[in-house]
């Protein structure tokens, strides 16, 4: 017989009195002589669902012996339950245990709250947790809702390399990928190993973003976006940087930057109202338990324009602002994390949409502004964790495209098929990235983009 999920039988899906069978691991248990309690959830919702078992149960006994976890199918009546907090519950006519926890004291998941940094040593069973089982629904949610959100305004979904040649954001930061052997490597003269025969006779790594890749099919399909993991070598110890991550990368044709960032702001509150009507019961959780006003926040941001500062004018604030930086601000610098986080945080109170960055600190690909000091890049800046989206108009002229790669030290001839683009019909384009973990980070309130993925890779990170 089929079973239900929990979510349902919680959401009023089945009548009252209807017999159902639901299947799951016990979260608590309170046992007596006559009833047990027991609170069984299956992952589907965040509540478990109640279920009362009392002793004329012919496994009575070994049911006053269950554990956290231990698993279980239910068959029993749904009833209009009279607990605080509870719609319905189940009245058990049989109780089938699937599997027991051995040694219930040594389980390291006893229903008590641990630190996030225990529970990442624990990967393989922290998704049992309040915690990563809500963080895990909502990250779903806001997958399927950017999904929806491109497919409804005409984008295609478009499955770019993980294996590269290409450096996108030209950083050196890229994982190399060999089929070299490892212990006799081809030499080059100088006796080291050739990387150049990496893969199959060529160098490979993985890639960094998608984006020069879509922008190939941006230039033929108009509206295209990619979604998928990316990977950067960067030693970055942050709660915000991870070895591997996802990123979401849009990418318009016919597009300047005021467009790309309309595109932004729109897809961020699409998400937002997505999450605050989908999954209430886990925002409410964080709420409670992570982050004070993060619903009403949420509810806020999902209602009005986003800020946009151009970044000569951050310059201008920060320097005036009066506060004492660790890192000192002048026009041309990179900001860091305190400077954008004063700009989100204090200055605006609210995401900041920055725009035209001196051509210094940003990639080759990114459109020259007039001023041929500035190019048309923008960071999405979100309180509480600094930039979640880079993006930019791209450079679609090709004299100064190239001009661009010789400047950063890139051999244009190496990148023919990105040139191409622009010299068989260029058109204005754009688009961003989004950190798909910094932003179920922004969302949960959880301040460790380690918290809000399956399994983290990062520096210094040891499990895995
Ligand atoms: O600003 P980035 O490096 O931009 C790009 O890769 C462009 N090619 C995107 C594009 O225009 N299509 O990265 C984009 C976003 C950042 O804003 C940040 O949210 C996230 O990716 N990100 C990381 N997230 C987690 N861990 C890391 N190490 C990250 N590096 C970047």
Not at 273 to 297: S, T
Not at 410 to 426: K, Q, T
Request: glycine share 6%; with cysteine.
């Amino acid at each position: 017989m089929s079973h239900s999920s929990i979510s349902d039988v919680l959401a009023g899906k089945y009548p009252v009195e209807s017999i159902i069978t639901v299947k799951g691991w016990i979260r608590t248990v309170r046992a007596n002589p006559n009833f047990s309690f027991i609170n069984l959830h299956d992952g589907s919702c965040f509540d478990p669902i109640q279920i009362v078992a009392d002793k004329n149960l012919s496994n009575y006994a070994e049911i006053m012996k269950l554990t956290t976890s231990c698993s279980l199918s239910v068959t029993g009546k749904i009833v209009e339950s009279q607990g605080k907090g509870q719609s319905f519950e189940i009245q058990a006519d049989s109780i089938e245990i699937i599997g027991l926890v051995e040694d219930p004291d040594t389980y390291p998941m006893a229903p008590k709250r641990h630190s996030v940094e225990y529970l990442r040593e624990h990967a393989h069973l922290r998704p049992r947790t309040n915690l990563i089982g809500a963080v895990t629904r909502v990250r779903n949610t806001l997958a399927q809702a950017i999904h929806r959100f491109f497919n409804e305004d005409g984008f295609q979904w478009i499955a770019t390399p993980i294996i590269t040649a290409s450096d996108c954001e030209g950083a050196g930061e890229m994982f190399r990928v060999s089929t070299l052997d490892s212990v006799n490597p081809p030499l080059t003269d100088e006796g080291k190993t050739d990387f150049s025969q990496d893969f199959f006779g060529k160098e490979a790594f993985l890639t960094v973003s998608g984006q020069l890749n879509v922008e190939t099919y941006c230039c033929a399909l108009s509206k295209v976006y990619t979604f998928g993991p990316t990977f950067r070598a960067e030693n970055s110890n942050t709660s915000r940087h991870l070895a591997e991550f996802w990123m979401v990368e849009p990418e318009i044709a016919f597009a300047d930057l005021a467009t790309v960032a309309q595109c932004a702001e729109d897809m961020l509150k699409y998400v937002f109202k997505a999450v605050l009507n989908e999954r209430k019961d886990d925002l409410e959780f964080f709420d409670q338990r992570v982050q004070k006003g993060l619903i009403q926040r949420l509810e806020t941001l999902s209602e009005t324009s986003f800020v946009r500062m151009d970044y000569t004018d951050a310059i201008e604030i920060l320097k005036n602002c009066g506060k004492k930086f660790e890192f000192p601000v002048e026009w041309g610098v990179d900001l860091s994390s305190e400077h954008e986080r004063y700009l989100a945080e204090e200055h605006v109170g609210g995401p900041v949409i920055l725009q035209n960055y001196p051509k210094e600190i940003k990639s080759f690909y990114m459109r020259m502004n007039d001023d041929n000091k500035t190019v048309a890049a923008m960071d999405v800046l979100a309180p509480g964790i600094g930039e979640i989206i880079g993006g930019s108009q791209r450079e679609d002229r090709l004299d100064i495209l190239d001009a661009r790669m010789i400047e950063s030290g890139l051999n244009p001839e190496d990148y023919y098929w990105y040139r191409d683009l622009r010299r068989y019909g260029s058109v204005p384009h754009g688009g961003f990235g989004l950190g798909f973990e910094r932003l179920v980070s922004y969302v949960t309130g959880v301040a460790n983009v380690r918290d809000v993925i399956a399994f983290p890779r990062a520096a210094k990170s040891a499990n895995f």
